[in-house]
Nanobody, 122 residues
C-alpha cells in the first residue's frame, strides 16, 4: 500500500557531498515524522536525523553540522544533504516515515525504504 524509495547513494571521496532522497507513494493520508537511519557493516542501525511534519529537526552527534534533513510535503519526499563526508559515514542509509493510511479505523504505521549504499573512500 505504501512504498518508500531511496535514491542518491554512491561512492564519494572523503570531504565530498551526497544528497539522498526518499519518496513515499501509495495510500497516504498524512505523513508525520520522517527519518534517516544508517547501518554500517557489522554494526547496529542508528538514527541519523529526524524531521517532523512541522519542520522541526534533530540530528545524531555524528551528523550535526555536516548533514541537513529536509522535506517537501507536496512531494511526500525527505532529503538528506550530507557534506564533509568521512569514511566512517560509509553505511546503508534507510529512510523511514510514520504514515497515516486510514482514519476509520485509525491506522498509522512506520514504513521503511529498501536502503541505499553510501561509500566514502579515496
Amino acid at each position: 500500500q505504501v512504498q518508500l524509495v531511496e535514491t542518491g547513494g554512491g561512492l564519494v571521496q572523503p570531504g565530498g557531498s551526497l544528497r539522498l532522497s526518499c519518496a513515499a507513494s501509495g495510500r497516504i493520508l498524512s505523513i508525520y515524522d520522517m527519518r534517516w537511519y544508517r547501518q554500517a557493516l557489522g554494526k547496529q542501525r542508528e538514527l541519523v536525523a529526524v524531521v517532523t511534519n512541522t519542520g522541526s529537526t534533530n540530528y545524531s552527534d555524528s551528523a550535526k553540522g555536516r548533514f541537513t534533513i529536509s522535506r517537501d510535503n507536496a512531494k511526500n519526499t525527505v532529503y538528506l544533504q550530507m557534506n564533509s563526508l568521512k569514511p566512517e559515514d560509509t553505511a546503508v542509509y534507510y529512510c523511514s516515515a510514520n504514515i497515516l493510511t486510514s482514519i476509520l479505523p485509525a491506522r498509522k504505521d512506520d514504513y521503511w525504504g529498501q536502503g541505499t549504499q553510501v561509500t566514502v573512500s579515496s
